[in-house]
T-cell receptor
Framework: AQRVTQPEKLLSVFKGAPVELKCNYS??????LFWYVQYSRQRLQLLLR??SRESIKGFTADLNKGETSFHLKKPFAQEEDSAMYYC????????????FGKGTRLHILP | DTEVTQTPKHLVMGMTNKKSLKCEQH?????MYWYKQKAKKPPELMFV???????INESVPSRFSPECPNSSLLNLHLHALQPEDSALYLC???????????????FGPGTRLTVL
């Protein structure tokens, strides 16, 4: 069965410190991985996807197929990064469904 | 227009009422979705429409009835709901292309539903 695991419900990090939000997935096929972010009182929006290999708002994520991980990283946290982050998996050439992890709330401390 | 819009923003209804949620997008996307999101939880998929046809129904109770009148509109008709159905209902859309299942979903702001 397909599964996305985000082991941390809450992650508190001081401003300026590095951030790493963990995501592991379980899927036997060819997945596409995403990070979605939900800021307070804003809509859920895409932060980045693995095929783009780009950095958005200073965040990067590399797909590691050996470890089945897609951790989200940022070298220096900013207060505006406080939000709910969801790792998600899409099953390429299978259907239009996205499987979300349970989410990690990132709290940046001043 | 690169947004998904949803109306109303808030809805309060009794258990005997009939109401509808509306979703609209003009990005030319041919896949549209309904999700239910409870507080501090991830979105739970309810329905997927692909090319205006229902392609996924995640065993949603019949008191929720989706409708896709055309490629830009998606409705969710509500009837005889229960208090536990109170949640944020999100609409999303995506392209359906050669790499099905691999396209970004764009979310609307949601309708906050309260069932009394």
């Amino acid at each position: 069965a397909q599964r996305v695991t985000q082991p941390e419900k809450l992650l508190s990090v001081f401003k300026g410190a590095p951030v790493e939000l963990k995501c592991n997935y379980s899927y036997s096929g060819s997945p596409e991985l995403f990070w979605y972010v939900q800021y307070s009182r804003q809509r859920l929006q895409l932060l980045l996807r693995h095929i783009s290999r780009e950095s958005i708002k200073g965040f990067t994520a590399d797909l590691n197929k050996g470890e089945t991980s897609f951790h989200l990283k940022k070298p220096f946290a900013q207060e505006e990064d406080s939000a709910m982050y969801y790792c998600a998996l899409s099953r390429v050439n299978r259907d239009d469904k996205i499987i979300f992890g349970k989410g990690t709330r990132l709290h940046i401390l001043p | 227009d690169t947004e998904v819009t949803q109306t109303p923003k808030h809805l309060v209804m009794g258990m005997t009422n009939k109401k509808s949620l509306k979703c609209e997008q003009h990005m030319g996307h041919r896949a549209m979705y309904w999700y239910k999101q409870k507080a501090k939880k991830p979105p739970e998929l309810m329905f997927v429409y692909s090319y205006e046809k229902l392609s996924i129904n995640e065993s949603v109770p019949s008191r929720f009835s989706p409708e896709c009148p055309n490629s830009s509109l998606l409705n969710l008709h509500l009837h005889a709901l229960q208090p536990e159905d109170s949640a944020l209902y999100l609409c999303a859309s995506s392209q359906v292309g050669r790499d099905r299942g691999s396209d970004t979903q764009y979310f609307g702001p949601g309708t906050r539903l309260t069932v009394l």
